[in-house]
């Protein structure tokens, strides 16, 4: 029986992977360790499990009397302005927090990290494979995150190096879906929640630029996949996500037709926003046969807003209740 | 009257710069931080001057009762085989290293940090400006030195941004002289020790990789400038090298001419070896004027054999008389 650890269980994603970790019957412990600077403790409400358990702490400050069989580390922020706020505690976060969570591995032990599309920045190269080596601004605006994914990269596949951890590193493309913060402040989210508030839909530039939307359930289906449940050599990095490239206008105006009586408007571009952004899932499909984001985003961007819609009418309730 | 410290002062490079910080008049304590780890004491043993300072410690767990007006990183190993071997404390020294370093700066002190052209990967733009956003592999046997050094800019470009931290980021390309360590495993030390002990020159691969030798005092001059004496806004990243390029071989060869009896082979190529490594140093020479790598190759070698072999007669005495 396993004893697992998941870093940043409480947020968007990880919430996700610990809901999907439970219908496991090998796991005897699941522990979430998260200080919820942008994780939210109504993500595990939910959950009624005795295996579980929470414990609020930063990463790299985590103390356990316990190593464990495997390790998630997905504590991080992922969102621009959330990162781009408090660059140096993004790094450690991503950085220190793997260190830390390493010495908390069993012998043995595997180490599950989730990288970044981000990694490859504003790509040349479309769509991105794996040995794309990206190109990022060490210097600019979006660095802090981009270069700590990258440095944990090194830092997790050195270590395989020299003593053989057992690291399984993906990097996932841009993913939506309920449980995002309302004030992520990405697209999909901050579309839903301006439409269903009333409140014209702000696009960063001419909104050409184009992302590749993976809705959450086959994300974290291919996590799944590639972190415990499907059995190869191969330890990462492995892109997932879907290679249906869709520009944020077009998601924009996909929001405006489910959300009657929205309307669009255009912003300043963000700094550095990528232009493109598209996996190359040849390894991926080799992989994980089978697998793909089979969720077209009309469908996915419905969820969601019906998501958020659930969960205002829930936030009125409890006012009123209150 | 300011205080300084250097991290890594110890070092080849540190060492030197700790050389040209003591001719200042304006310094009142000059502390140098080093674990001797690729650094050694023997590389300060000369100095005699009461405002210099030596506290053996990790850059990571320095302590000091004071705050210092500037503080220079150099904590790092930088050569492949010494970064390789440790790869985990590489990462710790720059990046944990600088977190800690900065705790140390007082309010409105000025932060210099040596980032490296390995930022710059394997190039496929050559020359390379400040702006090309290098060609690295995150999950190579080489990422440890160069992502931790992409992401300490990062970290320091981002905490100027957050809170106006004033820094100073130099890319030296490949330095060589006198100090660098015997066993230090880079080419012209590895091809002046095997030349003065008769033993073969070894060339990794074919030899056509090239490189751009800056000797070391050249190098010294333009970060002293860079980093204190000349006056601008600009706070880097600044390439500092030689853009002459010259290929291993041309080197091995010299090394032959001016060590008579020595002979070249060729063993396996080092494991992502850069190709090629040229700074563009159009804005080093905008921000510096009359600054350059002056000094020739030919010139330079002729000077580091010739230390290396009055090291090795000073060795050689230090046994017959002990």
Redesign the interface.
């Known amino acids: 029986m396993k004893s697992v650890l998941v870093a940043g269980g409480a947020g968007f994603v990880g919430s996700h992977l610990v809901d999907r970790l439970l219908r496991r019957a090998d796991i005897a412990r699941l522990v979430v360790v998260d200080n919820l600077w942008s994780g939210l403790v109504d993500n595990l409400s939910h959950i009624r499990d005795p295996r579980f358990h929470f414990e609020p702490s930063d990463v790299e400050a985590v103390q356990s009397p316990h190593l464990f069989d495997e390790i998630y580390h997905l504590a991080s922020p992922a969102s621009p302005p959330w990162y781009m706020?408090?660059?140096?505690r993004t790094?450690?976060a991503n950085?220190?927090g793997a260190?830390r969570l390493r010495e908390l591995l069993k012998d043995g032990g595997r180490f599950c990290y989730t990288s970044s599309s981000e990694?490859y920045?504003d790509p040349i190269v479309s769509p991105q494979p794996e040995s794309y080596?990206?190109?990022?601004?060490?210097?600019?605006?979006r660095?802090?995150y981009?270069?700590?994914k990258?440095?944990t990269?090194?830092?997790l596949?050195?270590?395989q190096?020299?003593r053989n951890l057992d690291v399984r590193?993906v990097r996932p493309f841009n993913i939506y879906g309920p449980r995002t913060r309302a004030d992520d402040g990405r697209a999909v989210s901050n579309f839903a929640m301006q439409a269903l508030t009333g409140r014209p839909i702000t696009i960063y530039g001419d909104g050409l630029q184009s992302r590749s939307w993976g809705y959450i359930d086959d994300i974290i289906e291919g996590f799944e996949r590639f972190f415990w449940r499907d059995t190869f050599d191969y330890r990462?990095?492995l892109n997932i996500g879907n290679d249906r490239e869709i520009s944020v206008i077009d998601v924009a105006r996909h929001v405006c037709k489910l959300v009657p009586g929205s309307r669009i408007i255009h912003v300043d571009p963000a700094p550095q926003d990528p232009t493109n952004r598209c996996p190359d899932l040849t390894l991926a499909r080799q992989l994980l046969p089978g697998w793909s984001c089979h969720i077209p985003y009309e469908q996915g961007v419905k969820m969601t807003i019906d998501w958020f819609a659930n969960q205002m009418r829930r936030e009125r309730r409890a006012v009123s209740n209150g």
């Open positions: 706020q408090q660059p140096e790094i450690s950085l220190i260190m990694v920045g080596r990206g190109q990022v601004d060490c210097t600019g605006p660095s802090s981009d270069e700590s990258r440095c990269e090194a830092f596949f050195e270590s190096r020299v590193v990462g990095p």
